[in-house]
T-cell receptor, first 117, second 108 residues
Framework: DTEVTQTPKHLVMGMTNKKSLKCEQH?????MYWYKQKAKKPPELMFV???????INESVPSRFSPECPNSSLLNLHLHALQPEDSALYLC????????????????FGPGTRLTVL | AQRVTQPEKLLSVFKGAPVELKCNYS??????LFWYVQYSRQRLQLLLR??SRESIKGFTADLNKGETSFHLKKPFAQEEDSAMYYC??????????FGKGTMLLVSP
């Protein structure tokens, strides 16, 4: 299996709702990423997990809460979002970089299209 | 901080014409450069990376450290090349810094 899968494909939520985005990969990758992509803009890194531990948080508001329950799964819990949080949320995975080696290719999922009303 | 600049938002060419998508970066060390492509309704995927020095779908890119550039080239564009192309830079850890992207439109 060489794909990253994401569910749901689309999500509409109110500002008071709690929802979760899910990402799964079975490529043996131990680095997983969340990106946010607004329309006609490049992906912006949100979080990086390496060996199931949060290694990078790009100053993301606390209404976004990531979780990596095991090496194949990555969740993004959403609570009290704002309309400006509406975007395509991308998950990606790769082998973690090892000192002295090159950066591994990141494999992206198809994304979850989130709309916050 | 590192930065990637893609000066063209849109590049429109005719089928069979040469294509060059420009990418410049700012970083004082030795970065790793990538080109990612996003076809309509498809996921973002790697096109090529500078350390591979290979040609993918007829595209090549050479890292020019003197000019801090990593331009993407193809001698004869095809309609199926129409897509959004992102240049990306990796420094240190595995994270990617993306440019703003160039939309390539190839007309028949």
């Amino acid at each position: 299996d060489t794909e990253v899968t994401q569910t749901p494909k689309h999500l509409v939520m109110g500002m008071t709702n709690k929802k979760s985005l899910k990402c799964e990969q079975h490529m043996g990758h131990r680095a997983m990423y969340w990106y946010k992509q607004k329309a006609k803009k490049p992906p912006e890194l949100m979080f990086v997990y390496s060996y199931e531990k949060l290694s990078i948080n790009e100053s993301v508001p606390s209404r976004f809460s990531p979780e990596c329950p095991n090496s194949s799964l990555l969740n993004l819990h959403l609570h009290a979002l704002q309309p400006e949080d509406s975007a395509l949320y991308l998950c990606a995975s790769s082998h973690p970089r090892v000192a002295g080696t090159s950066t591994d290719t990141q494999y992206f999922g198809p994304g979850t299209r989130l709309t916050v009303l | 901080a590192q930065r990637v600049t893609q000066p063209e938002k849109l590049l429109s060419v005719f089928k069979g014409a040469p294509v060059e998508l420009k990418c410049n970066y700012s970083y004082s060390g030795s970065p790793e450069l990538f080109w990612y492509v996003q076809y309509s309704r498809q996921r973002l995927q790697l096109l090529l990376r500078h350390i591979s020095r290979e040609s993918i779908k007829g595209f090549t890119a050479d890292l020019n450290k003197g000019e801090t550039s990593f331009h993407l080239k193809k001698p004869f564009a095809q309609e199926e090349d129409s897509a959004m192309y992102y240049c990306a830079l990796s420094v240190g850890y595995s994270t990617l810094t993306f440019g703003k992207g160039t939309m390539l439109l190839v007309s028949p």
